[in-house]
């Protein structure tokens, strides 16, 4: 562990004890000075590793901006100015999860905010504090230094300790990357529980019904459920894709597919399972073919096939998603005998298969 890392790292754990103590203002100033200095480390690697034009490019911008000043006397705000004009972010080495998710954010913007929480009241710094810490823990795991949860463990690998802030007094959970509540269930209990439903569903329906007509019953009952369970999915993605939708019009130049990405991203992040989309988009002509493949698809964790199937639910949310996303009418199939790892035993994935919906 370098001193920079662990003073990083340290600062980072100052800021979460000072805000769980209600001390926004001071609270306030110690996320300024962490954003300053991350933000400082990354420059001061992008430049040492810059050569050519760039780095000409660079030490021109640098003078303009900071004049003669060395970079440990310089603010906040004329930092974001270097960081806007040479598109530090797009430059600097680091992870490219995070570099998405940083692009989603105006660094202006939250630099402003941060200013303004210095000068604010209690009750006025804490409505920005978490969209700065936000950001600033995509900024440190975007380095690569310092892990989102502090831990300072050198060795990189794709697992990471992800962190949700609870607020003990309330009993609020906040997932830092769109700072919304979440709730935390194990993967099997939610899906056993909405499975639960659904089969008592059927069976209480059946109950009412003549057994000589079961067989035909069984599968009318099945088909409604998975009707209401695609149909649940979708307003629930519909209604995600349009939150999605609206931080991604603060940034106008991302394209359909980097949105798509971010969103496959998103929910990966959350543990639903990993999202990789397989899509081709042609905007202009309003068309989509590919998929979406579901590795490690969390609603078939441990079932068999005799397990009620949820990946309706699923196949109704990538539907809504993707339809606010791409701003028309797509279809998306899920058949139980080729695409869904729960009815085949090798299968690690669950493919769903996206088309535009015809007129
Ligand atoms: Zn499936």
């Keep these: 562990m370098n001193p920079q890392e662990s003073h990083l790292s340290e600062a980072r ?3 979460l004890t000072i805000y769980r103590q209600e001390k926004y203002k001071d609270a306030a100033n110690e996320i300024h000075n962490l954003l300053l200095n991350i933000l400082l480390k990354i420059y001061t690697e992008a430049k040492a590793k810059a050569t050519g034009g760039i ?3 660079i030490e021109k911008t640098q003078l303009e901006i900071f004049g003669g000043r060395d970079t440990n006397n310089i603010s ?3 930092l974001a100015a270097l960081f806007h004009k040479l598109n530090i972010l797009e430059i600097a080495e680091g992870n490219e999860t995070d570099r998405n998710l940083l692009k989603a954010f105006s660094l202006m913007e939250l630099v402003d905010l941060s200013e303004q929480s210095l000068h604010d009241s209690d009750d006025r710094a804490k409505k920005y504090l ?7 823990v995509a900024l440190l795991s975007f380095n690569g230094e310092v892990d989102p949860t502090g831990d300072t463990s050198s060795t990189k690998s794709n697992i990471i300790d992800r962190t949700f802030s609870l607020n003990l007094d309330t009993g609020i959970m906040v997932n830092p990357h769109d700072l919304t509540r979440n709730v935390s269930f194990k993967a099997v209990t939610f899906s056993v ?4 439903i659904c089969t008592q569903v059927v069976n209480k329906v059946l109950a009412e019904y003549n057994p000589a007509d079961l067989g035909q019953n069984v599968r009318q009952i099945e088909e409604s459920l998975n009707t209401i369970l695609s149909e649940s999915g979708y307003n629930a993605g519909s209604n995600f894709g349009e939150a999605l939708t609206k931080d991604f019009q603060r940034e106008a130049q991302l394209s359909l597919h980097q949105k798509i990405k971010l969103w496959c991203e998103f929910d990966t992040s959350v543990g639903w399972g990993k999202f990789e989309d397989e899509l081709i988009v042609d905007e202009s002509i309003k068309r ?10 969390f609603l078939v964790a441990e079932k068999t096939r005799l397990d009620f199937n949820l990946c309706s639910l699923m ?12 701003g028309f009418s797509v279809n998306v199939e899920h058949k139980r005998d080729s695409n869904c790892a729960q009815f ?3 299968k690690q994935f669950c493919d769903f298969l996206v088309s535009e919906a015809l007129p």
């Design 13 to 15: 754990k100052r800021f």
């Design 193 to 196: 529980m909405i499975g639960h």
């Design 315 to 326: 196949k109704g949310y990538i539907k809504g998603v993707l339809e606010k996303l791409l």
């Design 344 to 346: 085949n035993p090798d």
């Design 76 to 78: 906040l705000k004329e």
């Design 288 to 297: 989509v073919q590919g998929k979406v493949v579901l590795q490690s698809n």
């Design 55 to 57: 780095r000409e490019e």
């Design 130 to 136: 978490f969209t700065i810490y936000a950001f600033v």
